[in-house]
């Protein structure tokens, strides 16, 4: 199993039974979607800040941030990684700029 997919199996157990004094995941859940879906957007801006003007450590570590915390929403609406990766298969071989116009239509 790959990371990602690791990580994703962890988030599912803390967001079914997690424990919120002992787990960041089972906090996130028990403060909403809201919270997590304005917690993945501020993660987001500190990546493009990082890109703007930090070091390629501090955006790699932004990253993470940014991966963890998108694995966590999609957890918490149940909308699994495989459907995102199939997503992104489905577009390989296709120019961005067909998916572009495909998307404008
Ligand atoms: N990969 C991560 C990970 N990346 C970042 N973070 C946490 O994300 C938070 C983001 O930091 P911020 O400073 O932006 O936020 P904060 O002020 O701490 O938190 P808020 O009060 O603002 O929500 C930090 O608390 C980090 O520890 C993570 N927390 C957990 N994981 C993974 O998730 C697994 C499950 O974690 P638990 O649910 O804690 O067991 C762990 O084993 C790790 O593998």
Do not use: C, W
């Not at 997690?18 to 979607?33: D, I, K, N």
């Not at 915390?69 to 459907?83: I, S, T």
């Amino acid at each position: 199993m790959n990371t990602l997919s690791r990580l994703e199996a962890t988030i599912a157990e803390r967001l079914a039974a997690g424990e919120a004094s002992t787990s960041y995941v089972a906090q996130l859940h028990a403060r909403g979607l809201p919270v997590i879906a304005r917690k993945f957007g501020e993660e987001a801006v500190e990546a493009t800040v990082a890109a703007l003007a930090g070091s390629r450590e501090e955006l790699a570590g932004e990253a993470a941030d940014v991966l963890f915390h998108l694995l966590v929403l999609l957890g918490e609406k149940g909308v699994p990684l495989a459907d995102v990766l199939s997503e992104l298969d489905r577009r390989e071989g296709t120019s961005g700029l067909e998916e572009k116009a495909s998307r404008s239509n």
